[in-house]
């Protein structure tokens, strides 16, 4: 399994900061965009654990300074989520048609747009716990929404011994030790390394 690795964070630094002197590197967004929506079609959220730079931001750098507190359970909520997701289109659509198409501000759109979630996610990171920002992130709902169905974490009741160390290992702080379907496991794998028993697997 693909794992996410701290190098990739570094590119939520580089568009951020260099794209203030070097625009074009905001398109590099629609690379993301563009690899998660196809991805999410058959693997739910898997790019948010194993592609995603700024999961990858979250999870080693802003992990380090947190104070790796609960996430508020309103956050998961898609009666938040997806007003998020709509204000955040319609808001990217107007700076996009303020551009007049000049290829240089379509970028720093991107690039303004970058630093806005940076800085939200650094802040809720820090705060609260290091993926708060993906409980409620407008990428992470897409996904939900295209494929929170698909590549399922199952759990064989047979081995688990209910020591819930798979729990205390996720970091979007979901309920692992149940069958329950969860839209919102990122694919990580971190409960399947941790637990004792190998009581855990995805599903295709
Ligand atoms: S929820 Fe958003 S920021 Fe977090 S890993 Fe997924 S796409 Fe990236
Ligand atoms: S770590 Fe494994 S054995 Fe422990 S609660 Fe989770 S699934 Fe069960
Ligand atoms: S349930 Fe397991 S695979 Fe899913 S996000 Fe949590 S630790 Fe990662």
New binding site residues.
């Given amino acids: 399994m693909l794992k996410i690795t701290p190098y990739l964070g570094i590119l939520v630094i580089i568009v951020s900061v260099a794209g203030l002197w070097f625009p074009l590197l905001g398109y590099f967004l629609l690379v993301v965009f563009a690899t998660l929506m196809i991805t999410s079609i058959f693997r739910g959220r898997w790019f948010c654990g194993n592609l995603c730079p700024r999961g990858s931001f979250n999870d080693f750098w802003v992990g380090k300074i947190t104070r790796n507190k609960k996430i508020p359970g309103f956050l998961r909520s898609l009666w938040i989520r997806i007003p998020l997701f709509a204000m955040m289109m319609v808001f990217m659509g107007y700076r996009l048609l303020s551009t007049e198409g000049v290829i240089n501000q379509i970028g720093m759109v991107f690039v303004i747009m970058c630093i806005m979630t940076t800085s939200i996610a650094l802040v809720a990171g820090i705060t609260v716990s290091p993926r708060t920002w993906c409980t409620f992130c407008p990428m992470g709902t897409v996904q939900n929404l295209i494929g929170g169905s698909k590549y399922q974490l199952h759990?064989?009741d047979s081995?688990?011994?209910?020591?819930?160390?798979?729990?205390r290992?996720c970091p979007m702080q979901l309920d692992?030790?149940t069958n329950e379907h969860k839209p919102d496991c990122i694919k990580c794998g971190r409960?399947i390394t941790?637990?004792?028993?190998?009581?855990?697997a995805f599903k295709p």
């Fill in positions: 759990m064989d081995k688990c011994v209910s020591c819930k160390k798979c729990d290992s692992v030790h409960c941790t637990c004792p028993t190998n009581a855990l």
